[in-house]
């Protein structure tokens, strides 16, 4: 899909990614067809509760989002 999207060379892409083995081969991908690419990780927490009333956070799975951009 990503290589799709890369071939109509549009000023700007942004993929998000679940899976750490796909980051490396979607950041090449973009890199080989011109584009400054970078990333971040997001992670969230839900609230969950406690005996006694108290809560935690619960961690849920990081996404991983990359940005493309043509110079």
């Not at 609230?47 to 951009?69: F, I, K």
Request: aromatic letters at 2%.
């Amino acid at each position: 899909m990503l290589a799709a999207v890369a071939a109509r060379e549009p000023a700007r892409v942004v993929v998000t990614l679940a899976a750490l083995d796909r980051v490396a081969p979607a950041l090449a991908l973009l890199r080989e067809r011109g584009y400054r690419a970078d990333g971040v990780q997001l992670s969230a927490a839900r609230l969950a509760d406690l005996p006694g009333g108290s809560v935690r956070l619960a961690a849920t799975n990081p996404v991983v989002v990359l940005t493309g951009e043509h110079p």
